[in-house]
């Protein structure tokens, strides 16, 4: 990049927040998904919403790549800078403006990281569902922008169940506001919902109104074993069917089990096609009964055994499992890829069995575990990207494990996003015309293509 | 290939562990302040990553990012990968090193404390003369600077130089009527020359429990110093000097009250001499019976409870990085402090958290490293406690310096020092 322009960014932002050594740049090259890397030309650190405006209007005209990025954790290669340009780094947003408990709404700048939000609105007896693996480093923007969800998406839903309103600096340098503290607003084209989960294609968000639930007053967690993996299945639909809502009903295979297993050493049964991990919570009385129930259909669903947590510590042993299976899995092989393929919840059982044929059929690693009420899997792949022959048979069983959601009737992501690593899948489940409108939204609002490029809808 | 990317070669399968996850933001005290991706382990692994690619070199600006390290170990105790960033990131400041050399003040520093003789010298002349440049402040072991001292910050309170180092203070052997066994004393710099009313804790807490004490006179720098700025080979120097002065003392055991020194001895010195069987065997013995104080009092001497008298202070706990993460000594101190009557102990927020210090970080980043010690000072102020008890030198002296900015009145001490009191205190009870 011209010094000239250089110039001109340090004096919209302050010579400080303008990165450009070589060792700084190389910082910004990548995000948490392995394969993807690019250096970007410069690293902005705006500092409020007029600075945005400013470098987006002088990026627009020069036709520069604009990257918006918060802590870089997402896993779909979102932030990962691949046509050089500028990493915009939101991460100075850091005020939490507002908690409005009569209106259960809280106003927060992008870069505030979610935990830090839960713990504000905490005191408030109140919390912010969406809690993705990554709560204590991601920031707002980023999970609002990447959709994220977490392990209590089935009751509690994702990222874009709670954004209830939006400042977002477009394209050109102009600043929007849409949505605002209503419940109800049903006045025009839903643009909040449209920036939420645009990946930072069509605009850069600067501020978020989020919708607080309150914290349910009790929780119960419980653990079911089976040796049959059909019997998981059912029990999974069953569950819903008898009208029980999990906070969290989770999965782990019999891959995820061993190695979790092996690595933290839980107690779990090595020889169990699947275990599931299920938390209920609200009010005392119904989470009571909501438990006895689902002990019934573990029951009748023929699960070897059952054990229900009588105490918090009890209930911690049974997450450290569904926390472990990560880092365990991780732990096998220098690269882990996170995939979020979703089906519907009753097609749960077809999907791990694809996944498991996949793996044989390429000679690939790969450990499933995830939020099995809400049909989210999470097939993770470990291997060493290093090993080129390898990452074919890796592609090759991704290619196997997309096309298998998508025949079941499911969807590329359930909540990391589709950035790169999804996008030659997009057609598929989009098909020409849903491409093409999203395209068309895409340009409508980013003509020169600066933001974000080549990423959700690919190249336009 | 070059030493330097050799080096760094070397290390190569344990930087493409680290899957970028990013969780080290999370507990990272230098990321937390500067937010900026080059000061957190991904980055500084992504930085290695690239010198091996050859995407980069091993330049001024790589050396300048290795070094914004606390080597506080919290991201490798959060990395769901295991990956030992703190020990990846010192193997880049060796390349660093190897590649283009100490930094200027650094190499003087560390030749001075490379002549064993001349250091001593050195720090005994700052004992006697240190008063003239510095001004003692009202509290206990608190100095300001009189005149601007290139590389101090002006108003950074410091402790002054003993007059007399702790290792002259007494006899080589400190023995007791009928001791039970013979402990050898490694005192380190901070205590020999500075905080020697830790040392004199230590032997007083020792002899009380019927231990003689050996106070090897010939001992020198534990290395860690050096060690932590990539400079490998002056650190197996002092290493080796310090082995074989310690075996021929033929004690029952090794104490230090320091948890960077008790380390060293413990963990880095059987990790430096792998080319020399005999150093290495050697340097194993010792560490198999090298103990942290706390550690050695409750764990192997069941330190006696019977004659303590009562020390009326409520008491929070700061746990260095070397005790918590590098030791895995945190129970021990507790251990110590609920056993003084009249001691109330009151937990801190975060009582793990890196108090900013990290050795010579805190000389060159003195501001940041403020910005870290002032969030461990506000969860001081939150206990409402008198005294903060720690195991180690260097974060007693920052935070007294922090207590001191923010113009609290908390005394910081050593826990040996407590039960020290406790043990005078219940001198009748014997």
């Given amino acids: 990049m011209e010094n000239q322009l250089i110039n001109e960014f340090k004096k919209i932002v302050g010579d400080q927040y303008v990165l450009t050594s070589k060792e700084e740049l190389l910082c910004y090259s990548y995000d948490a998904t392995p394969g993807y890397s690019h250096m970007p030309d410069v690293v902005i650190s705006p500092g409020n919403t007029e600075e945005v405006s400013k470098v987006l209007a002088l990026a627009n005209r020069e036709k520069i790549p604009v990257y918006p990025r918060g802590s870089g954790t997402n896993l779909s290669a979102g932030t990962v800078p691949m046509q050089g340009g500028i990493v915009l780094l939101m991460t100075r947003f850091q005020n939490l403006i507002e908690i409005d408990a009569a209106n259960l709404v809280a106003v927060a700048e992008p870069g505030v990281i979610v935990s830090v939000l839960n713990k504000a609105v905490e005191e408030f007896g109140l919390i912010y569902p969406p809690d993705p693996g990554t709560v204590a480093t991601a920031t707002l923007g980023g999970t609002v922008s990447e959709n994220a969800g977490g392990l209590r998406g089935l009751k509690y839903g994702v990222s874009k169940h709670y954004v209830m309103g939006l400042e977002v600096v477009l394209a050109d340098g102009r600043v929007m506001n849409c949505g605002g503290k209503n419940v109800k607003d049903v006045a025009g084209y839903d643009l909040t919902k449209l920036f939420t989960g645009s990946e930072g294609t069509l605009g850069v968000i600067t501020k978020i109104i989020v919708k607080l639930v309150p914290a349910p007053e009790t929780r119960k967690a419980m653990m079911g074993i089976f040796s049959n993996l059909d019997n998981a299945g059912s029990a999974i639909s069953a569950i819903i069917a008898n009208k029980v809502i999990p906070a969290t009903l989770e999965i782990m295979d019999n891959a995820t089990i061993r190695t979790v297993e092996d690595y933290a050493h839980v107690g779990l049964p090595v020889n169990a096609e699947a275990v599931l991990l299920i938390e209920v919570d609200g009010i005392p009385e119904v989470v009571e009964k909501e438990a006895a129930k689902v002990i019934e259909v573990l029951m009748a669903n023929k699960a070897d055994d059952i054990q229900v947590a009588k105490d918090a510590a009890q209930r911690d042993k049974i997450w450290a499992a569904r926390r472990a299976a990560l880092p365990a899995l991780a732990k096998l092989r220098p690269t882990t890829f996170v995939e979020d393929a979703t089906v519907p919840r009753s097609k749960v059982p077809d999907m791990i069995r694809a996944v498991n044929d996949a793996a044989a059929k390429h000679k690939v690693t790969i450990g499933t575990f995830g939020h099995a009420g809400d049909g989210n899997m999470h097939p993770t792949i470990v291997c060493d990207l290093r090993d080129k022959e390898e990452m074919e048979r890796v592609y090759k069983a991704m290619n196997d494990i997309f096309g298998a959601a998508i025949a079941l009737g499911g969807t590329l992501s359930g909540e990391h996003g589709i950035g790169l690593g999804k996008l030659p899948y997009m057609e598929d489940q989009f098909g020409a015309v849903g491409m093409s409108v999203m395209k068309a939204i895409k340009k409508a609002l980013d003509p020169n293509c600066i933001l974000n490029p080549g990423k959700l809808v690919g190249e336009c | ?430």
């Fill in chain 2, 1 to 430: 290939m070059s030493e330097d990317k050799q080096l760094l070669e070397d290390v190569q399968d344990a930087i493409a562990n680290c899957m970028k996850c990013g969780n080290c933001m999370e507990v990272c005290p230098v990321y937390k302040e500067l937010n900026v991706e080059s000061q957190v382990a991904r980055g500084k692994l992504a930085l290695m990553e690239a010198v091996l690619t050859g995407n980069t070199e091993i330049s001024a600006n790589f050396d300048k990012r290795m070094a914004m390290c606390l080597s506080c170990k919290a991201c490798a105790d959060k990395c769901p990968c295991g990956v030992k960033a703190d020990e990846l990131i010192l193997r880049g400041r060796q390349a660093a090193v190897k590649m283009r050399g100490l930094h200027p003040i650094k190499k003087n520093v560390f030749r001075l404390l490379s002549n064993r003789t001349l250091f001593d010298f050195t720090l005994r002349m700052a004992g006697l003369f240190g008063p003239l440049q510095m001004k003692k402040l009202p509290r206990r072991m608190a100095v300001m600077a009189r005149f601007p001292i290139p590389g101090l910050d002006r108003k950074r309170v410091l402790a002054p130089f003993a007059a007399t180092p702790l290792l002259s203070q007494y006899p080589t052997t400190v023995t007791v009527p009928n001791p039970k066994m013979k402990v050898a004393f490694f005192a380190g710099c901070t205590i020999n020359y500075v905080y020697t009313d830790i040392g004199q804790s230590v032997i007083n807490v020792l002899n009380a429990n019927d231990v003689e004490v050996i106070l090897p006179p010939m001992q020198h720098c534990c290395g860690t110093p050096v060690y932590m700025s990539g400079d490998v080979e002056l650190a197996k120097a002092f290493a080796e000097h310090n082995i074989k002065t310690f075996t021929e003392t033929k004690a029952d055991y090794i104490v230090a009250a320091c948890g960077s020194c008790a380390e060293a001895f413990k963990k880095e010195y059987p990790e430096l001499f792998h080319n020399d069987k005999k150093l290495s065997e050697e340097a194993q013995q010792l560490a198999a019976k090298t103990y942290e104080i706390s550690e050695f009092l409750t764990d192997v001497l069941h330190f006696r409870k019977d004659n303590l008298g009562t020390v009326d202070t409520a008491v929070t706990v700061h746990d260095p990085c070397h005790m918590a993460r590098g030791l895995r000594i945190t129970k021990q101190p507790r251990e110590i402090l609920n056993a003084i009557p009249g001691l109330n102990l009151v937990e801190m927020k975060e009582p793990a958290r890196c108090c900013g210090a990290g050795g010579s970080f805190s000389l060159a980043n003195y501001e940041i490293s403020r910005k870290i010690n002032d969030r461990k000072i506000a969860d001081i102020k939150t206990t409402n406690t008198d005294t903060v008890a720690t195991s180690c030198g260097s974060c007693r002296m920052h935070i007294n310096d922090g207590l001191v900015q923010n113009n609290m009145n908390q005394d910081c001490l050593h826990v040996v020092q407590l039960l020290d009191k406790a043990y005078q205190a219940g001198s009748g009870k014997k």
